[in-house]
Structure formats: C-alpha cells, structure tokens
C-alpha cells in the first residue's frame, strides 16, 4: 500500500468509526426502550384480563389473595345487576397493582432507562348489552444519549391501550330478563308490539 493510500484509510477510518460506534449505541440503547415497552405491555395486559375476570367472578380475587376457594358461605357476594355500578374497588384494586408492578420493573441493561408513568386511566366501561374493562397508560423511557449536541437526553414516549371484554353470560341473561320485566310492567312492551305490527302492515303493502 502506497504512503498516500494509508493516509486515505486514516482518515476514512477517523470519520466513519464514531459515526458506526454511535448508531451501534443508539440501537442497542433503543432495543432497550422497546424491551421496556414490551414489559410495561405485558403487565398492562395481564391486569385488563384479571380485572374483567374480577368484575365477572368476583371469587377470584379472594382465590387469588387466599389461594383457597372458599366455602359457599365463605364466598363473597354475586351481586345481582352489579353492573350498573363503576366497580370502584375493582378498579381501585387494580390500580394500586398497576402502580406496584410498574414500580418494580427496573432500568434493563442501562441505567436512567426505568419507565416513567405520566398519565393512568383504569376503567369499567358499561355499555349495557356488555361491558369491558380498559386500562390506557401513558408513559415515557428515557434514554441516556444526547443527539447533536441537545441539551437533553432523547425521551421514547409511548401511550398503551389494552381492553377485553367482561364475559358472565348468567348476568347478561338477568338484564335481559329485567328488561323485558321492566317492559311488561310499564306497558312499553305492548306499545312497542303495536308500532311493530303497523309498520309491518305498512312494508306489505
């Protein structure tokens, strides 16, 4: 190699070796913040099941705080039509678990890389016919790498959605009995059989 080719390489070397070592660190960084995110995910999703199966069979939280069924006597409450209601201590149950959780997950391979929550919302949502319970959570990973100069370090911000529905059939057929009930009691149903058989009448025509 000639004197003037070395100098070449040199200086090749100078300008593309730290633009390689920065986006290799900024890769393995930033795999970190999705191996974060995909823990912060996990535990998200695993609170929306057990909230709903808190909300359809409300012994589980006993089994799980226990580890026993209880007897029948034992057994909390069905709590007929308790679906009207917002299952504050449910959501208050899994809130605190949600705070918890998320407090133990540490830093991964770096440290300051810890999730921060900004904004949490735990929510039974009743929409009559069915009902599902939600968790959104907002949070932000930090990583420790200032590009170009900035003041501050790059910050990963990421908002999760994870919703199942709330499966009781028995206390879905108890609301429809009460519906119809409720119809029955007031005349509704009778009115609402009429309207149907005259516009009937007048589609056949």
Not at 137 to 159: E, M, S
């Amino acid at each position: 190699m000639r004197n003037d080719e070395s100098g070449v390489v040199i200086v090749e070397a100078t300008i593309v070796f730290p633009v390689m070592f920065l986006v290799i660190f900024l890769l393995i960084f930033m795999g970190n913040a999705y191996f974060q995110k995909s823990r912060v995910e996990l535990i998200v999703t695993e609170l929306t099941l057990d909230g709903a199966a808190y909300c359809a069979r409300p012994m589980l939280r006993t089994v799980d705080k226990t580890g026993i069924v209880p007897t029948y006597a034992a057994a909390p409450k069905s709590e007929p039509y308790r679906y009207f209601f917002d299952m504050r201590d449910i959501r208050d149950y899994i809130q605190r678990e949600l705070k918890s959780r998320l407090g133990n997950v540490n830093t991964g391979l770096f440290s300051g890389m810890r999730p921060t929550t900004t904004k949490t919302e735990v929510k039974f949502n009743n929409y009559f016919i069915y009902s599902t319970f939600s968790i959104d959570l907002d949070y932000r990973v930090t990583v420790p790498v200032r590009l170009l100069g900035a003041k501050d370090a790059f910050v990963v911000n990421v908002k999760t959605h994870s919703e199942t529905p709330v499966t009781d059939v028995p206390e879905f057929i108890r609301n429809i009995n009460m519906i119809e009930d409720y119809l029955a009691q007031t005349g509704a149903q009778d009115k609402i059989t009429q309207a149907v058989e005259k516009a009937k009448s007048i589609f056949a025509k």
